[in-house]
């Protein structure tokens, strides 16, 4: 059995929910043949999200991690390729924090690229059912300081193990004007179970054009 690592956020900026930990904890009740699926939900909290992510890794000693976070406005679900060493906060955090500027990491480096196969996720994903894309900013809030502090903390302390990270649109029930994007969970989870089987037996990816013009 391949261990799995699948965290999710609780609800930030007045919402009652968020999509991720909907989402991590479906997939981790009805896993993919073959993986042992631990769900954790993190605190959307600048410092205390990455002490609770390093202490999930040491509990579980997971060969893959994959982190999910909310990505409202985006329209698919998106597969992270790259970490920065920046926390720049537009809005403060739970516990009203707002970094600006500061690394997530003093002394580490400028980025980090995720070890899962990104491009054969992609695929894994729309071959599910559910639209998705190749992402090359997972932001500068809490989402990506908890995609750069899983990198750091697997290339320094768990060289063996995959990560990565993956933003989730709106769930429909938050955007019931139709003001944004939306997928159903359940659809997700389908979605994230393949991707999860894909990034655990699959070590070489898919040479493919998913980048970006600007």
């Known amino acids: 059995m391949t261990r799995v690592l699948l965290t999710g956020f609780e609800p930030f900026d007045g919402a009652d929910v968020n999509p991720s930990w909907e989402v991590a904890r479906l997939v981790a009740d009805n896993p993919p043949d073959g993986l042992l699926v631990t769900a ?7 410092g205390r999200a990455a002490e609770e992510l ?50 997530v990491v003093p002394g580490g480096p400028a980025a ?44 320094t302390e768990h060289p063996t193990a995959n990560g990565g990270f993956v933003h989730i649109p ?12 939306a997928l159903p969970a359940d659809l997700v989870a389908h979605a994230l179970r393949a991707l999860l089987t894909t990034a655990a037996t699959r070590t070489v990816d898919l040479r493919v054009p998913e980048g970006a013009t600007h």
Do not use: W
């Open 40 to 46: 954790t939900r993190l605190s959307c909290v600048f």
């Open 54 to 103: 390093r202490t999930a890794i040491a509990a579980c000693a997971p060969d893959l991690v994959v982190c999910l976070g909310q990505a409202i406005g985006r329209p698919d679900v998106t597969v992270e390729r790259v970490a920065v060493n920046v926390d720049d906060a537009r809005i403060p955090d739970n516990a009203g924090r707002q970094p600006v500027d500061r690394p």
């Open 112 to 155: 980090y690229f995720a070890t899962l196969p990104v491009k054969a996720c992609v695929a894994a994903v729309r071959e599910a059912g559910a639209p998705a894309s190749l992402s090359h900013t997972a932001g500068t809030f809490v989402c990506n300081h908890v995609f750069y502090a899983l990198m750091h903390t697997l290339a």
């Open 170 to 181: 709106a769930l429909p029930e938050q955007v019931l004007d139709g003001s944004a994007p």
